[in-house]
């Protein structure tokens, strides 16, 4: 599965959710994205999951939008949760609840992260 297909295969509002995120993430991983143990995983290493930087994952309520070294990032918003193993997310319900100029921040650090 690739991850159009992934995106494609979504309920309408997580789809336009993931939708939105994919533009910011390829804008700054262009390239990068797989489906890596089930969902869509940016990384900058030679295989998916390697140097890993961001994933996107659909739940029934929300999609997660997620980076490995998450807790690394400087959020000023606080919007970033903590996770396992110095990871950090944000559980999106809304396409409006995107922030492009704030993910694209986190973003750009996350890859500054594994470069």
Not at 36 to 43: K, N, R
Request: aromatic share 8%; glycine share 10%; net charge negative.
């Amino acid at each position: 599965m690739t991850v159009t297909e992934y995106v494609e295969k979504l309920p309408a509002t997580q789809r336009e959710i993931a939708e939105r995120l994919l533009g910011l993430i390829e804008t700054a991983l262009p390239g990068r994205g797989a489906v890596w143990h089930g969902h869509p995983v940016w990384s900058l290493g030679p295989a998916p999951g390697k140097q890993a930087v961001c994933l996107v994952k659909a739940y029934p309520k929300h999609v997660t939008f997620g980076f490995w070294r998450g807790q690394e990032i400087t959020d000023p918003s606080g919007r970033l949760q903590p996770g396992a193993r110095g990871m950090a997310s944000v559980k999106l319900r809304e396409p409006a609840e995107i922030d492009d100029e704030l993910f694209a921040n986190w973003l750009e650090q996350a890859a500054g992260l594994e470069s």
